[in-house]
């Protein structure tokens, strides 16, 4: 009865419950784009007059619900009007289901985001498959836009400002458990009864969720400009909004407006046409197309690893075996004694408690994670990561011994920061098997992972350590075996500047400043105290005398040797530039940052990504500027280096 539609197609039980499913034409994926939002206001009517006793929505793709607004759309969209018209679509969708006058379910059997939060919101209840992959996130304001379908207006008054601002204005998911908890949804269950919770809920219609007084009252027009200032010293202490304006424009269409998007005139800065006109949305947009691309590089190797063996439990070894035992993969962690793993299996149990918080899912985490001091993991493992000290004869001789034991097809890698994969791998009888996975350090929170490729290895090799790095979550980027790759060869001369300013007389908070003012999100000594001094040196001293042998030498700056020499190696030792405590740097006043410092700060860094670019470390600009903003924290609203010195000279 309802073939005209591509999207969306419905039908009616015998309790004459409407149940309507949301099945993208063509895609994996739910997205609102113009036609399927065209479709269902076509439907609605229909199911409308056909005065149904309740509707359920819900998704036909088992991946996940709805992944919000199809992005494309917001990219091509050229002018201000253009904006505002793929605004108008989303309101007038959502006000359309919210005025059915039946009982209305949101199914919710997976990761629910942006528009389809909206949609959620615009239901009367919300039913979510209690499941980890169900998260609802409104993500907009990530990408320098809002949530201004009804996500602004109605999420605040479902679950109170506090959580519905934190939502709003951070982009970050909840679960379906935590969901429950602030009430974003009404009941939270496994799969086997999902479709009857829904059921039952559009029967029973009971009177819909409110918020607890308090969170109504912080919802009332005296309140909210007093939460919104509030929320908004939150904000200017992470974002300043000449460069990140969208949490600014959600916290005033929210206390000025009740979020919604057309009360101010297009000139008002609490109009989402505000947005429209800047540099922020169109390059934060690119950085979420970049990030798509990156995910695709993982796609071009048929690899899944099952079991990965890791050697060396230290700062990296211990972190990348914990977040793989996290991701679900079988881990044998092996380091020279027991004692040498305690630490590392100490901090992953944490760092599950801290990530799982559910029980059933620690135990399995922990489970996986195996230490292995006779190393009997290598002959079963699929991928083997080496991560021992930074010393070639010793990787030599390890991975000798490796390509004895471990599997014929087994993937062997190293997580070197500074040495020559080819050099590793020389002495190798199939040296094609061996590839640089380089994750940074904290491993747990670095997007970014560079795959390098040396002269030797397979292009299947690396494509299938670029497919583990998706496994994990994380985002890989294909880099020539060059040194530094490119993260830390950029870093390298970045780093150098800020300590020589530091050494000519300016204090670390103003050089800090200048970098921040700029709109990286922590400065370069502040950065390199964290990283650890002793670290910088070792990484500077290895770029210094690769750039010596290219006839360019390099010297280390006096006092970052110094404070090594004294053992002041950053936040580690509670000393290094700053002073440490508690795990923040103790900082005074910046001194005057003039335009020409923070450029004289960054120029370095701008000129070496473009020489890195120029000799083919990465394999175009877009890449290099997606490395470098995932890396390094590149300031994302200016879309990358090299993205930046091309809006500059335009
Ligand atoms: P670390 O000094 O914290 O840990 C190295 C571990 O390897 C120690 O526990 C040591 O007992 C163990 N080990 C040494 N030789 C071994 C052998 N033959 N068999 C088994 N275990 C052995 O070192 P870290 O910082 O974790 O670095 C490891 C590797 O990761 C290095 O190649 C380094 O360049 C690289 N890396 C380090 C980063 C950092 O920020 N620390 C960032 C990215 C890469």
């Not at 919000?68 to 959502?94: L, N, P």
């Amino acid at each position: 009865m309802n073939a005209q539609y591509r999207h969306w197609r419905y039908e009616t039980d015998q309790d004459r419950l409407v149940w309507l499913t949301f099945d993208k034409a063509g895609e994996s994926t739910n997205t609102f784009s113009a036609d399927a939002i065209t479709e269902l206001n076509a439907i609605l009517q229909e199911i409308r007059a056909a005065t149904p006793r309740g509707l359920i929505i819900r998704s036909g793709k088992s991946s996940g619900f709805i992944a919000g607004a199809d992005i494309k759309d917001f990219a091509a969209a050229q002018s201000v009007e253009d904006g505002m018209a793929i605004i108008r679509r989303g309101w007038d969708m959502f006000h359309a289901v919210a005025a059915l006058p039946f009982p209305t379910v949101a199914m919710v059997n997976g990761f629910c985001m942006g528009g389809g939060v909206e949609l959620a919101l615009a239901c009367r209840y919300r039913v979510a498959l209690d499941d980890p992959k169900t998260r609802f996130a409104l993500p907009e304001v990530m990408l320098g836009i809002l949530p201004a379908w009804g996500g602004i207006k109605y999420l605040p008054k479902l679950v109170g400002p506090t959580v519905a601002l934190d939502m709003l204005l951070s982009g970050k998911s909840v679960d379906a458990r935590k969901a429950k908890r602030i009430g974003l949804v009404d009941a939270c269950v496994p799969l086997r009864v999902l479709e009857n919770a829904a059921r039952m809920t559009a029967l029973e219609a009971r009177s819909p969720h409110q918020p607890p007084l308090m969170q109504r009252l912080m919802n009332t027009a005296p309140f909210k400009s007093v939460v919104a200032a509030m929320a908004r010293k939150q904000v200017a202490k992470r974002a300043a909004r000449e460069h990140y304006p969208a949490p600014y424009v959600i916290l005033d269409l929210w206390a000025r407006y009740d979020g919604d998007p057309f009360a101010p005139p297009l000139s008002d800065p609490a109009s989402p046409a505000a947005l429209m006109q800047g540099e922020t949305v169109k390059n934060l947009i690119r950085i979420y197309f970049l990030q798509e691309r990156m995910k695709g590089l993982g796609k071009a190797g048929d690899f899944a690893a099952k079991h990965v063996h890791v050697i060396g439990a230290g700062v990296m070894g211990g972190d990348i075996a914990a977040l793989c035992a996290m991701r679900g993969l079988r881990v044998t962690l092996q380091d020279q004694n027991a004692e040498r793993l305690e630490p590392a299996m100490q901090r992953a149990g944490k760092m599950f408690r801290r990530r799982l918080r559910d029980q059933a899912r620690l135990r399995d985490a922990l489970d996986r994670l195996v230490p292995d001091v006779a190393g009997d993991g290598v002959k079963k493992a699929d991928l083997i990561i080496e991560a021992i000290f930074e010393n070639l004869e010793a990787k030599r001789a390890l991975f000798a011994r490796l390509e004895k034991d471990a599997r014929p097809d087994a993937i062997l890698a190293s997580n070197t920061s500074s040495l020559k994969l080819a050099d590793i791998g020389a002495n190798l009888a199939n040296p094609g098997r061996l590839v640089g996975i380089h994750f940074f350090n904290p491993v747990a929170q670095m997007m970014l992972v560079e795959v390098v490729a040396g002269a030797n290895t397979e292009p299947s090799i690396a494509n299938r350590a670029a497919a583990f790095v998706r496994q994990l979550d994380k985002l890989p980027l294909p880099v020539r075996d060059s040194p530094g790759f490119l993260v830390n060869r950029v870093l390298g001369p970045y780093l150098n500047q800020a300590f020589r300013m530091v050494e000519e007389g300016l204090s670390a908070e103003t050089v800090d400043a200048a970098a921040t003012r700029f709109g990286m999100p922590m400065g370069p000594i502040e950065l390199a105290d964290t990283v650890g001094l002793d670290i910088c040196i070792a990484a500077g001293k290895s770029l210094a005398a690769a750039s010596a042998a290219a006839g360019q030498p390099a010297t280390v700056p006096k006092q970052l040797e110094q404070l090594v020499a004294a053992g002041h190696l950053g936040k580690k030792t509670g000393r290094g530039y700053y002073a440490w405590r508690e795990g923040k740097a103790v900082k005074g006043a910046p001194g005057a940052v003039p335009e020409e410092l923070i450029e004289r700060l960054i120029a370095p860094y701008l000129k070496e990504a473009q020489a890195a670019l120029a000799e083919g470390v990465v394999a175009d600009a877009d890449l290099a500027d997606a490395g470098l903003i995932f890396g390094t924290g590149f300031a994302p609203f200016r879309g990358g280096p090299l993205n930046y010195l091309k809006n500059r000279e335009t």
